[in-house]
């Protein structure tokens, strides 16, 4: 079976300092993969996606970066965080059989990012 | 921009009640999507449907989809306490294959 880790499960960071959050997936091949940010009371916002090793797209820009050095890797990374990286960061996957992607989105327990 | 719109905000009820909770969205859509959240925690697919079904079930979940309205339900059959969690719906915008959340329902269930 299918199984998503991310880590760490809760962080905090002064203002300026690096971020990487870190995502895996076990069980699968080629996953799509996804980032996602959920501030208080709100619901989730997709950051980056990426399709396959090296293929990253943004959805929002900002001082955040993502990369997939394996297939079934994905890392957030910052060189400086602000007050505003604040936040829930999940990581998913979804399957794409054969070119057509099922629908669902499986996702980590998340990281809780304090930035003081 | 989000997609779907969850409706309402806030659900409060006692255990054994049904709870209905709303979504409406703006553009077609391949299939809608709805995912649980309990605090703290990653959300959980729940089901989705497509957009020429009607109606889908899943022990106490029941989902319709109306594309007309562009609108879908999400029903909880003798709700327990555990069901407390937060509740989204997703959808991909047409043409798109990755869904979009709205800022979901709180449901909170009372023993």
């Known amino acids: 079976s299918q ?16 971020l990487s959050l870190e995502c895996t997936v ?15 009371g709100r ?6 996606y ?3 090793i090296g293929q990253i797209s943004s959805e929002v820009p900002q001082n955040l970066s993502a990369s997939r050095p394996q297939d079934r890797q994905f890392i957030l990374s910052s060189k400086k965080l602000l007050l505003s990286d604040s936040g829930f960061y999940l990581c998913a996957w979804s399957m794409d059989r054969a070119g057509v992607y099922t629908g669902e989105l499986f996702f980590g327990e998340g990281s809780r990012l304090t930035v003081l | 921009s989000q997609q779907g719109e969850e409706d309402p905000q806030a659900l ?15 553009t077609s859509i391949n299939n809608l999507q709805w995912y649980r959240q309990n605090s703290g925690r990653g959300l959980v697919h729940l089901i989705l449907i497509r ?3 009607r109606e889908k079930h899943s022990g106490r979940l029941r989902v319709t989809l109306d594309t007309s309205k562009k609108s879908s339900s999400l029903l909880i059959t003798a ?5 407390t969690a937060s509740y989204f719906c997703a959808t991909p915008p047409g043409g798109s294959y990755i869904p979009t959340f709205g800022r979901g329902t709180s449901l909170i269930v009372h023993p």
Not at chain 1, 26 to 40: D, K, V
Not at chain 1, 43 to 48: A, I, P, T, W
Not at chain 2, 16 to 26: P, R
Not at chain 2, 79 to 83: I, K, L
């Open chain 2, 51 to 53: 957009s020429n079904e």
């Open chain 2, 12 to 26: 409060s009820i006692q255990e054994g009640e049904n709870a209905t909770m709303n979504c409406s969205y703006k």
């Open chain 1, 50 to 52: 990426s399709v396959g």
């Open chain 2, 79 to 83: 709700s327990r306490a555990a069901d």
């Open chain 1, 3 to 18: 199984t998503i880790h991310q880590w760490p499960a809760t962080l905090v960071q002064p203002v300026g300092s690096p």
């Open chain 1, 43 to 48: 619901g989730l916002q997709l950051l980056f």
């Open chain 1, 26 to 40: 076990e069980g699968t091949s080629n996953p799509n993969l996804y980032w996602y940010r959920q501030a208080a």
